[in-house]
């Protein structure tokens, strides 16, 4: 496990917070579960790459929708990227995804991925009522 998953991984413990942790090849996933107002029961993923350069934290496909609405979805996805500078939205498979890579240089902050949580989480329903629009 890389130094910064390690870091993040003590904090959580000193904080008293448990997340499931799993680790694939040469990355450290922490799972945030969480319940957005809106939207229901969502997992966040927390992906630590062992070159410690960026954390990738992503809610992948929170929301599916219809092949006919792709085109619509697509138009708001590209507004809503031009609109935040830090949060991605994307599609795959018919499903919203929202992200963050954050990059590190020798600077890792456990803190920041914890805000850069929230900040997801707040993007994912505030958005949400505009994305459901789209899919009337």
Aim: glycine fraction near 2%.
């Amino acid at each position: 496990m890389a130094q910064n998953a390690s870091a993040f991984e003590e904090y959580l413990k000193k904080q008293g917070i448990t997340l499931d942790k799993n680790t694939h090849e040469d990355n450290t996933v922490f799972v945030v579960p969480e319940k957005v107002d809106g939207i229901g029961a969502v997992s966040l993923m927390a992906l630590f790459n062992d070159s410690d350069r960026y954390v990738t934290l992503i809610c992948f496909k929170y929301l599916t929708f219809p092949e006919e609405k792709k085109p619509a979805v697509l138009e708001m996805i590209n507004t809503l990227n031009a609109e935040y500078t830090m949060v991605k939205f994307v599609e795959t498979g018919n499903a919203v995804s929202a992200q963050v890579v954050v990059p590190f240089h020798d600077n890792f902050s456990s803190e920041v991925i914890v805000d850069m949580i929230a900040l997801v989480f707040r993007a994912m329903q505030e958005e949400h009522p505009r994305l459901l629009k789209v899919l009337q």
